[in-house]
Each structure stands twice: as C-alpha cells, then as structure tokens.
DNA sequence: CCTTCCGTTAGGCTC
DNA sequence: GAGCCTAGCGGAAGG
C-alpha cells in the first residue's frame, strides 16, 4: 500500500474521530518521563479517537509503546516515510511511530454505550461484610465503614465483637503485606488516642506474605481468610433479597 | 459479514498462529480472579498468536477485558452467535467473547525482532552515579552497588563522601515518599549494627512528596535532586568512550 | 493541581 | 512454582 494513500486513509480516520487500526513495517521512538527506542518490525498501531495511541507486537499481553487519553496526533509524509507522532503535555512526551511500509489501514466508527460491571472487588468484599459480618467471627457487628482516623486515612470497616471489644478490620483482594500490617497498626493507635480503648486489628485477606506473619504477632494483629470469590457469592446470595435498598 | 465466513477467516488465523482482529458489535464476560459483565458494544477484539486476548473499546488505553498470554482460545458458532473463549489455569480464569455482528477480521502474521531498548530506569540512574558520582556531591567514592543489608534488602549505592563519613544513597526515579525514607532508615540502621557507625542517608530522586518532607527532618535524612533524564544524558555522554566496557 | 490507593494489575526476578 | 518488587504503571477518588 502506498503510504500517500495510506495517510489519507488515517488523516480521515483522524477526521471523523474514528479507530484507527494500521499494520506495517515501523520504528518507534519514545522520549518523556522515561525513553525507548525500538527498531523496524512489523506491528500493529492502534489509534482511538480520544488520543489513546498504542503500538502493539506480535506477542504479549502489553503494548510495547502507548500514549494515555489526550495526546495530539499528527500525521506526515517524510523522506520515503510515514511519521505519526503522539504528544501530550504535563508530563511532557512524545511518541514517535516511522512506517517504512504500511500493510493495511482501517478505520470504524464504532457505538459502545454499554455499562461495565465488575464483581469481587474490595469494595465488594466490604459489602459482603457489612451484609454478613458473621464471615469475619461470630458475633461481630459493624458500626461505621470508611471511619476517618486522624490523618492516617480510613479504615474499612469499624466495629465490636461479641465481648463489646471494639475492632478494627482492613480489608485487601490480595495477599496481605507487611506494609498492610503497619497501616492497621496506625489505625488501631489513632482509635486509641481517640477513643481511649486499644480495639482488636484484624486483618482479613485471601492470605498473607510470608514476611508479613512475623508482625502479626509483634503487633498483635488478627488473621482472617476471607476470599474476593467467597465475598462475591455472599452478595450474589443475598442479592435476590437486598440488592434493592442499595 | 456472516458469521460463518468469519468464523472459518479467525479459525484459519489461529491455524496458522497470525495475530488477529475482530471488529464487530459484541458481549463480554469474565469470570476468574474476578468477575464482569459487559453488554452489546461495537469494539475491537485483537488475538494474538501468544494466547494474548484484547477487547478494547473506542475510548480509553486500557483494554476493558483481556487475557494475558498463554491462555487457548476457542471458536464456535451457537444461537446466532459467534462466540470466542480464551481460558487459562492457574489462575483459573474464563473470558467469553459473544459476537452478534461481524464487520471485520484481518489476520496478520508478523515478522518482529527488534530489540527494545528503554533509558532513564533506576537501573540508569544508579549507572550514571557509579559511572559520575559528583552528581550527587564532590568528593562523593561509590563503594559497594547492591550491598544487602541483613533482611531489609539492598542498598542502592553504598560509598564514603570527602570526609570520611559512610554514605547511604537510595534512588528513585519517581518523587521519593515516606516509605522510601523508611526504608532508607531501615538500611542506615543496619549499617550502623553491622559497622558501628552511623553512615549519612541521602536519597535521591526528581522530587519528594510534601508528606515526606518532614520525615527527612525527623530522621536526619538528606534530599538529593536527580532527574531520571539527566542521568540519561550522562549515560550518553560518557557511553562514547566507555559503553564498550559494558 | 497533587496525593493516595487499587488493579483480573502484568512482568521480571529470585528462591 | 511461589513470593516479592517495580512500572513511562493507568485510573479513580479525595483534598
């Protein structure tokens, strides 16, 4: 395909602010918060009409180069090439896409109005919970969730056990870190200084980082199991019943 | 296009490994570490020879589904439908692709082999400290890159300054946060138990974050601006005479 | 604007 | 394989 007529083809795309799909032989060249350079191969470049840009090859899940939302892209012809360059402002970068040959250029205008919807998140599993605070131990209740303390953030969900004892639990989709355990630690001391009564910490993940086990007990901090899946299907469960007072 | 000649074009693209592309109006669904819907669009489905699986939108960088390499995908006709699954085990995950309508399929395959190289990485910056070490102070010796540190983990650049005193420097390529500076404590301590003396503590990164900036007061810690693309330039300079060493 | 935190993080490295 | 850390992380939410 000659590259006059491919660049027609894509300035139009550009026009109509249409997806911009281009095939062919290039380089790319990146320079900002960091730089690349990547030479000739043939690759697949993506352009969205919001100024999504991305380069991708023939493997792996990651394109090899991008640039986010929001970026001007230009097209022109130079010296038996094709440059398109995609640039954004703060940070300052550009990117810089050399076709030596184009394979193939297609553009569509495509309607996508349709709502993404994403379960067994760790807002969900603070839902599961507050909606059946008996997965954390029997007996628990919750009092507040998002309970500002003090300059140290929020903590996920707040309440007292079955002996009155207050409890302070932080939840994560993911194993637990030490780093995890550190901010609990903060929490329990602010609702100390608060309120003046140490509340149990636990923490309540899918699991925990081996190096994270040895500050449970320094700090004296409670492990629960609780699974981002086991969550989903308590909400799932109870959904029929409750999911209209949300 | 009917779905039964795109069936047999994305069929006879997995055949011969080619990278892939759908477009047409289409349903997701996910179910795996997490879970999601997401209803009728007209999107861009892109399939690699990898197992790499992309479902993007006409907006935004990310891909709103995708499976990551590795994962088989499979093809077949159901209800009016076309219907593309990409699986993979551990973790076990399912993405299901539901076309309605077909527009397009393109399959391409790819001659890629270019190196890609990227600049200015931490890794950079700390050549460009061992490679010029005034950068950070005169008088300023490198001792030890990568020196471990009991259990804390591994100084970045350990040296003496023109005094004599030990130096600690930590590097980040991003502004420093507090629990950079933790950490750098972490080490300046360990340096101190394993020596017996008490070595200076100098981060160096492009900025630091207001939180933190107390923190280097509380701690005795010092901040050292290094941009990420100086230490590039550095690197170029000085790879003229000296890359060959590599 | 900046900071903080989450993610189906992915990818790379070490053990 | 599991565990741990980094990223041009991107994105969202809060200040």
Redesign the interface.
């Known amino acids: 395909m000659r590259l006059e007529e491919a660049s027609e083809k894509i300035r139009a795309g550009l026009r109509e602010h249409a997806?911009i799909?281009v095939?062919g032989l290039m380089?790319v060249a990146y320079e900002g918060?960091?730089?690349?350079?990547?030479?000739?191969?043939?690759?697949?470049l993506?352009i969205?009409?919001?100024g999504?840009i991305?380069v991708?090859?023939?493997?792996?899940?990651e394109p090899?180069n991008?640039?986010?939302?929001g970026s001007r892209v230009d097209v022109y012809l130079m010296d038996d090439s094709l440059v398109i360059e995609a640039r954004r402002i703060s940070p300052q970068e550009i990117l810089r896409i050399t076709f030596h040959e184009i394979?193939?250029v297609?553009s569509?205008k495509?309607?996508?109005?349709?709502?993404?919807?994403?379960?067994?998140?760790e807002e969900d599993m603070k839902k599961a919970i507050l909606l059946e605070p008996s997965i954390i131990e029997s007996g628990f209740k919750p009092i507040e969730d998002e309970r500002r303390v003090g300059e140290s953030g929020f903590i996920d969900v707040f309440g007292v056990d079955s002996k009155g004892n207050l409890v302070v639990i932080e939840i994560k989709r993911r194993n637990a870190t030490a780093?995890d355990i550190k901010q609990l630690i903060n929490y329990v001391n602010g609702i100390e200084r608060e309120l003046g009564r140490k509340p149990r910490a636990i923490i309540a993940a899918p699991g925990i980082q081996k190096s994270a086990v040895k500050e449970l007990k320094v700090y004296g901090v409670e492990f629960k199991c609780l699974t981002?899946k086991r969550c989903?299907e308590i909400l799932r469960k109870k959904s029929g019943l409750e999911r209209f007072l949300d």
């Open positions: 997806l799909i095939v380089e918060r960091a730089a690349s350079v990547l030479g000739p191969g043939e690759r697949l993506i969205k009409q919001d999504s991305l991708h090859r023939p493997l792996g899940y090899v991008w640039q986010p939302p394979y193939d297609h569509f495509l309607r996508d109005s349709a709502e993404f919807a994403m379960y067994a998140t780093a981002p989903h």
